[in-house]
């Protein structure tokens, strides 16, 4: 009896009542929130005089506090929408504080980063933490004094130059898709050398080479920030280069007939074939063909050569080399020395831009039918192994290329074919008597 009318009192239901009210609400965020709110320090105290504006940063149970670098009269600041009246600029700083602010948590957020405070602060300050910049900032820091710098000082070739842009992009989208818009240096791992590899075979269709190439730049960029003393150690220190060294095309003997005997009627397109003949025939390159001037051709024992001049044309080695001309490269630079566009550039021939001259090579390739990609570095790759295959020494071979070693001749430049080979062992058992 007494248990019934305890059930039945007034404190029982209030017990009750608050204990749905409980199931009722809504759980608390305040684990996860995160707000953004300003107010002036000593407003009351100091109606007349300017009080500094400070941003207030809540996150859960953590909460961070810094001045804003603006100060006005506390009348002028309204603590609710965050402005400061009759002041525009001032409430368009403000804004972007809070939208910065914002912006970075949401970031660490969606990357499933520790929300940490004093990095949504530096932030939305634009500053950097101990003076240490960012690794997208390190990527372009790296840019600005190494390729930019390289490029006004003459180490960097114009060519090189748009390459290294296109790579930057490149590596800049991946660190944005792999570690968000704001990673630390110390974000990059080891594991991401291999990760880059594979995204720009895959996002971007590179070859094996070429991202290996790109990875092995971004070491690069990292060991800067070593050298720097951002970072204590290069996360990419143990990645090598794995190339597969495919070896490039050249033309035979009987396709660079068939490209000199090819019945073609255009006035464009027999020029173009003309100069890539004349790099079939001199093993020069676009940009050695394109600045060959009358002053480069000397003679030297009777013989007719071009000697490149340092840092014009040999630009990635800074080596001089010695191309002697035979009598149908002779023949060609005859034919164009009164050529109006030779003689308004001062150069040999009447060169074009790169992309059209492989451009018009397609419609060569396709008069005479040859099924290898005519380009002009196959001209120089055809003139390389045609040297070789004659009998001219290696050493001679990558003096002629202006290379700064025999290796890259022989990685890159050379194809021994098979008669080559034999007619040398069928030599060598003249010399021995091996018979």
């Known amino acids: 009896m007494k248990r019934a009318k305890l059930n039945n009192s007034r404190t029982s239901h209030a017990i009750n009542r608050l204990d749905r009210q409980k199931a009722n609400k809504p759980q608390s965020t305040r684990a996860t929130e995160f707000t953004v709110a300003f107010f002036q320090r000593s407003a009351q105290t100091t109606p007349n005089k300017d009080c500094m504006i400070y941003a207030l ?37 403000l804004a972007a504080i809070k939208t910065k602010a914002n912006e970075c948590y949401a970031e660490m957020k969606l990357s499933n980063r520790p929300i940490d405070l004093q990095i ?79 995204w720009l075979r895959e996002k971007k269709n590179h070859s094996n080479d070429v991202a290996m190439r790109i990875t092995s730049h971004l070491k690069r960029v990292l060991e800067f920030a070593t050298a720097n ?26 396709e660079v007939e068939a490209i000199e005997n090819a019945a073609i009627a255009s006035d464009v397109l027999n ?10 025939y001199t093993g020069l390159g676009y940009s050695e063909v394109n600045s060959l001037t009358p002053s480069n051709i000397t003679e030297i024992n009777g013989q007719k050569c071009i000697i490149q001049v340092r840092d014009k044309i040999r630009k990635k080695t800074n080596l001089p080399s010695v191309v002697p001309l035979g009598k149908e490269a002779l023949l060609i630079l005859e034919r164009y020395r009164n050529h109006p566009a030779s003689l308004q550039k001062g150069v040999c021939l009447p060169v074009q831009a790169n992309q059209k ?4 090579l397609k419609q060569i390739q396709h008069v005479t039918g040859i099924k290898k990609r005519l380009t002009t570095h196959v001209a120089r790759r055809t003139a390389a192994t045609y040297y070789l295959n004659a009998g001219m020494p290696l050493t001679s071979v990558s003096a002629l290329l202006g290379h700064s070693d025999t290796a890259t001749t022989t990685r890159h430049y050379t194809t021994v074919t098979p008669e080559t080979v034999v007619r040398d062992f069928q030599a060598i058992k003249r010399k021995t008597k091996l018979d």
């Not at 794995?242 to 050249?250: D, G, L």
């Open 357 to 360: 001259i492989n451009a018009y």
């Open 229 to 254: 003393e951002w970072i204590q150690r290069n996360p990419f220190l143990m990645f090598r280069k794995k190339m597969q060294n495919k070896r490039q095309e050249s033309l035979t003997i009987q």
């Open 120 to 198: 949504i602060k530096a932030y939305s300050l634009d500053i950097d933490i101990q003076g240490i910049p960012l690794m997208l900032e390190c990527l372009e820091l790296f840019w600005n004094e190494r390729i930019e710098t390289g490029l006004k000082i003459g180490d960097l070739e114009k060519g090189s130059y748009l390459k290294l842009r296109a790579w930057h992009g490149h590596l800049s989208n991946f660190i944005r898709e792999r570690h968000g818009l704001r990673p630390p240096l110390t974000a990059i791992v080891p594991a991401d050398a291999k990760a880059c590899v594979d």
């Open 57 to 93: 940063l809540n996150h859960g149970r953590t909460r961070l506090q810094y001045s804003t670098g603006i100060s006005c009269k506390p009348g002028l600041f309204d603590q609710s929408t965050g402005t400061v009246k009759n002041n525009a600029k001032h409430s368009k700083i």
């Open 271 to 280: 020029i173009v074939r003309d100069i890539f003949l004349f790099c079939c």
